[in-house]
């Protein structure tokens, strides 16, 4: 129908040419408003524009729907690297393995302590004792062992005694002698980082010797988070970072920034008061999550809208000035013909999938009218008027077709060119904006 072929002429029409550093300017500073928004820090998104804008620049666009979207995917890219590989879980080759917690106060640690607990009981088959070595709140051990009855995971805690090392070192005797797999250590956190903690905590890590030692980190905390992060990794050279509350609306920029600050892997996230809101931390699944969230596509693509529109209006003149010709058209059947290869990789992107899914490219469909405009000579191309009977019969021997065939796409280009003339018109415009949306 009507519709579906204007759809059709507009994806022709779209994309054009290379990335350049003028049209992909304004989508950059969209990104990086949206990565500060998204409590990533100043200097770590102005490198990351950069590294983008680099990578952007001079690419290829002519293999995409469009630029905005080879620039949502670059960015994406570029943010799931930033946050580290592959996930990687906890080492548990000890006998027991000696996981310990650190962090502030309210991060997350008893939480994240039962959630490790239960995930490694139920699904790795460990027999887990968690540990109560926040000596200071009553409550705080209370709390752990409300977490261990509802578990059934055992608690280990001494009244009376606020000595956290001895507790500590303590428990790894029990787990030793009662065949238990894993120790996890809770500790106890301040409001902020102070050396009374930062000594306790080194003093628990240096006589224990964990074989994996994580910092818990509130993400709603933002940009504080990346100094309390450096704070605890200068102490205790931890082996990764888990990243909690995220279930909240925040964007979790504090991953980009921790992982840029620290180096250290995102290894588990948060997402939930309740035992079971643990995930292993998937770079990827953050990268969507920070630009769904921080709506960093839609931003993209409408800064890049308008370069597209600039390449439509070009084209548009060459439609007025009678210079449309058979290799501008064979340059667009060439990008809906890439749109091909370009749908799987752009399905990755969130939301795009669906939109894409009803597009349907036939590779041969353009075979034959390639091989005619192929077997035209430049004068033929641009000026298809002067193609007489003699030159088409050489066209259709020289692309392996029949003057039908050559007749009938010669028709087509006309009737093409005509429709195109007509959406110059002051309605036009408004015609060539709606197939835009
Ligand atoms: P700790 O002081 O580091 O031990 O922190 P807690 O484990 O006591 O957690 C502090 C508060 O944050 C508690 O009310 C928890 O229920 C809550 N909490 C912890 N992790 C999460 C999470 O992933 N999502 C949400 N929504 N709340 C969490
Ligand atoms: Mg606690």
């Known amino acids: 129908n009507l519709s579906d072929k204007l759809d059709k002429a507009f994806h022709i029409l779209k994309g054009h040419g290379k990335i350049t550093e003028v049209n992909v300017a304004d989508t950059l500073k969209e990104v990086r408003r949206a990565l500060l928004d998204a409590d990533v820090n100043f200097k770590i998104a102005k490198d990351f524009t950069n590294r983008v804008k680099e990578k952007a620049l001079g690419q290829d666009v002519l293999t995409t729907l469009q630029p905005g979207q080879l620039m949502v995917k670059i960015v994406k890219d570029e943010l799931t690297q930033l946050m580290g590989g592959e996930a990687s879980g906890v080492n548990l080759s000890g006998t027991p393995s000696v996981i310990l917690m650190s962090g502030l106060q309210g991060s997350g640690k008893t939480t994240f302590s039962g959630k490790l607990a239960n995930f490694l009981q139920t699904k790795k088959n460990k027999k887990v004792l968690l540990v109560a070595c926040d000596v200071y709140r009553p409550a705080a051990i209370n709390q752990l062992h409300v977490v261990g009855d509802q578990l059934k995971v055992e608690v280990y805690s001494e009244e009376g005694n606020n000595n956290p ?245 010669l028709k087509q280009f006309d009737q093409m060119s005509k429709m195109m003339k007509m959406m110059q018109g002051a309605k036009g415009k408004n015609l060539m904006r709606m197939m835009g949306q």
Request: glycine share 8%.
């Open 165 to 409: 090392v001895q507790i500590a070192e303590n428990a790894i005797k029990h787990a030793k002698s009662n065949g238990f797999n894993v120790v996890i250590v809770d500790t106890a956190g301040r409001l902020a980082v102070d050396e009374a903690m930062m000594t306790e905590i080194a003093n628990i890590h240096k006589a224990i010797t964990p074989h994996e030692t994580l910092f818990v980190v509130d993400s709603m905390t933002g940009q504080d988070a990346v100094n309390t992060a450096k704070a605890f990794n200068d102490r205790l050279n931890f082996d990764g970072v888990v990243l909690t509350k995220l279930d909240g609306d925040t964007r979790g920029g504090a991953a980009i920034s921790i992982k840029s600050v620290v180096n250290k892997p995102i290894k588990f996230i948060g997402t939930g008061e309740k035992m079971d809101a643990i995930d292993v931390f998937y770079p990827e699944r953050m990268a969507d999550r920070i630009l769904g969230m921080g709506d960093v596509i839609s931003l993209v693509e409408r800064a890049q809208a308008q370069y597209d529109e600039e390449e439509a209006r070009k084209i548009q003149k060459k439609i007025a000035k009678n210079e449309f010709g058979f290799d501008d058209f064979l340059n667009q059947i060439q990008q809906v013909k890439n749109m091909g290869s370009m749908k799987d990789l752009v399905g990755m992107l969130p939301g795009m999938g669906k939109a894409l899914k009803d597009v349907e490219i036939e590779d041969d469909a353009f075979k034959h009218i390639e091989a005619i405009i192929q077997s035209m000579t430049p004068k033929e191309r641009s000026t298809p008027s002067i193609i007489d009977v003699k030159r088409k019969a050489r066209i259709a021997k020289g692309s392996g077709t029949d003057v039908q065939q050559v007749n009938q796409l």
